[in-house]
């Protein structure tokens, strides 16, 4: 393990670099942000009723609400783990055909919300 000499040498490391990118900021902030909704949905979102033992969802007492609120979360954490990681192996992935679905996918699940019928950013 080569450990830098000066904090200037740590500045110009290629993972500090990639870190400083808008992109992987910004999929960090996204990670965090998808972990801290499905962590208080999966811990808060169930809570049992004083006459019954049993979880109750607190989104309307819809069971499907709150399994769909917890599945989207961990799957948004999950997709910013994936991309993440695919963004900083990205210079060395050579085939052209992964590397367009890749940013294919990439544009598509990042425009999920603008789609026709869900809420999204104004256009």
Do not use: W
């Not at 996204?30 to 208080?40: A, C, D, P």
Request: glycine share 8%.
């Amino acid at each position: 393990m080569h450990l830098p000499e000066s904090l200037q040498d740590l500045a110009d490391s290629e993972a500090v670099r990639f870190l400083r990118r808008p992109k992987s900021i910004l999929r960090i902030c996204g990670g965090v942000f998808s972990l801290v909704i499905f962590s208080s949905l999966l811990t808060d979102g169930y809570q049992n009723r004083t006459e019954s033992p049993q979880l109750h969802c607190v989104l309307n007492s819809n069971y499907v609400a709150c399994s769909f609120a917890v599945g989207a979360g961990f799957l948004s954490f999950l997709s910013c783990l994936v991309f993440l990681a695919l963004d900083a192996r990205e210079s060395r992935i050579t085939g052209t055909r992964f590397k367009t679905a890749f940013q294919l996918l990439d544009f598509i699940l990042a425009d999920i919300p603008g789609l026709p019928g869900l809420p999204g950013p104004p256009r």
